[in-house]
């Protein structure tokens, strides 16, 4: 079973516009879950975290991501899309083994 | 600039052959972990080393292996190559080995397998 689950391969918005990107989640025990951005061409750089402290967990460049158990979502999401934010995210989830479990990516689209 | 290098940027080899990835770490950090992103598989975990010993193992082929020298620097070994080989291979680090550790990635390593 897939234990995080990116909706949406691709999403696309207008420059300005809010950014969502869904990201759920199964797991058993309290989770800890993080949002990547990779650039085109780079590595992966972490975006924000949660570790179980506050629900709403603040990141870099404007983006911030709630964890709702009840929903057992963590979603990401920036008010203002710049077209710089253009890349793929990945939502990854800390869990049994020790290990990092990815989603399989949103590919964000800035639009004029 | 993440810290973290990764060398060669681009390889290309044919099946059959045998190949060695080399990533050194953020200084000061002591876990490397290697991680496959393929458009089949997506980004999947590797193996995790922590101060020269292995500490996780995730979906690694029995060809492919890795270690974690002295100087914390760590290769990976991939052999009998197959074309489902071809993939971009990360190495990542972090100060320590626990859950929050903040993850920094390489650049990785593009490797065509023909």
């Known amino acids: 079973a897939q234990s995080v689950t990116q909706l949406g391969s691709h999403v696309s918005v207008s420059e300005g516009a809010l950014v969502l990107l869904r990201c759920n989640y199964s797991?058993?025990?309290?989770?800890?879950l993080f949002w990547y951005v990779q650039y085109p061409n780079q590595g992966l750089q972490l975006l924000l975290k949660?570790?179980?402290?506050?629900?709403l967990v603040k990141g870099i460049n404007g983006f911030e991501a709630e964890f709702k158990k009840s929903e057992t979502s963590f979603h990401l999401t920036k008010p203002s899309a710049h077209m710089s934010d253009a890349a793929e995210y990945f939502c990854a989830k800390w869990g049994g083994g020790n290990k990092l479990t990815f989603g399989t990516g949103t590919q964000l689209k800035v639009e004029l | 600039d993440s810290g973290v290098t990764q060398t060669p940027k681009h390889l290309i080899t044919a099946t059959g052959q045998r190949v060695t990835l080399r990533c050194s770490p953020r200084?000061?950090?002591?876990?490397v972990y290697w991680y496959q992103q393929s458009l089949d598989q997506g980004l999947q975990f590797l193996i995790q080393y922590y101060n020269g010993e292995e500490r996780a193992k995730g979906n690694i082929l029995e060809r492919f292996s890795a270690q974690q020298f002295p100087d914390l620097h760590s290769e990976l070994n991939l052999s009998s190559l197959e074309l489902g080989d071809s993939a971009l291979y990360f190495c990542?680090?972090?100060?320590?080995?626990?859950?929050?550790?903040?993850?920094?990635f390489g650049p990785g390593t593009r490797l065509t397998v023909l």
């Open positions: 990542a680090s972090s100060r320590d080995s626990r859950y929050w550790d903040t993850q920094y």
């Open positions: 200084s000061g950090d002591l876990s």
């Open positions: 797991s058993s025990v309290p989770p800890y």
């Open positions: 949660y570790t179980s402290a506050a629900t």
